[in-house]
């Protein structure tokens, strides 16, 4: 057993029993080839919850400096965490980032780039926008409607694949692309709340 599917056991073993996870819609993630997954961000528990219950291995994109973080540092690159710069053009984590979707891996992303204060969901950033355009992945929405409150029901739905090919045709912006993503997410917490 690999490390990413030692915590991911370890991980739901902790958090399940706190909250109740209702993981709805796990039948629409592709079952292979490049998939961006795009939630949205309401704690900072969501990467694991999105992971624990995702039907495939997801890499993350994480915050440069929790790479710095004793220990952290050194296990995140092994349960499929990479570092990116915020508040500006990380062309590495870029890259990184398309080489994943382009190998047919799954790229879990947070496209309001940080939590939400309110719960509310936030404007998406470009870099959502940017992977869905130049890569030929699956876009899957995914919502977490919580609140991440002991012993009560979260939610982790996990929409249908948003059909890109008329934008992509299009040569949409990339902010435009976000916006398309960041309506799937929204109308996943409407159906769903």
Not at 109 to 134: D, I, V
Request: aromatic share 8%; glycine share 8%; charged share 25%.
């Amino acid at each position: 057993m690999n490390l990413y599917s030692f915590a991911k056991s370890l991980i739901y073993v902790l958090l399940k029993p706190v909250y109740r996870f209702e993981v709805i819609g796990r039948e629409h993630f592709p079952k292979e080839g490049g998939v961006l997954l795009c939630a949205n961000h309401i704690d900072n528990l969501d990467p694991p919850v999105v992971g624990i219950n995702a039907p495939r291995p997801v890499h993350f994109m994480a915050k440069a400096e929790v790479f710095s973080v004793p220990l952290l540092g050194k296990i995140l690159p092994r349960v499929n965490a990479f570092p990116v710069k915020r508040g500006m053009s990380d062309r590495e984590a870029l890259r990184k980032g398309l080489a994943i979707l382009n190998d047919g891996h799954v790229l879990g992303l947070f496209p309001e780039g940080t939590r939400s204060k309110t719960g509310e969901l936030g404007k998406g950033l470009a870099g959502a926008g940017f992977f869905a355009l130049r890569s030929e992945s699956a876009i899957v929405p995914c919502a977490i409607i919580g609140p991440y409150k002991p012993f009560k029901r979260l939610k982790v739905v996990y929409g249908r694949p948003v059909d890109f090919t008329e934008i992509r045709r299009n040569k949409a912006s990339a902010d435009e692309a976000t916006e398309l993503i960041m309506a799937a997410i929204r109308k996943l917490i409407e159906e769903h709340k």
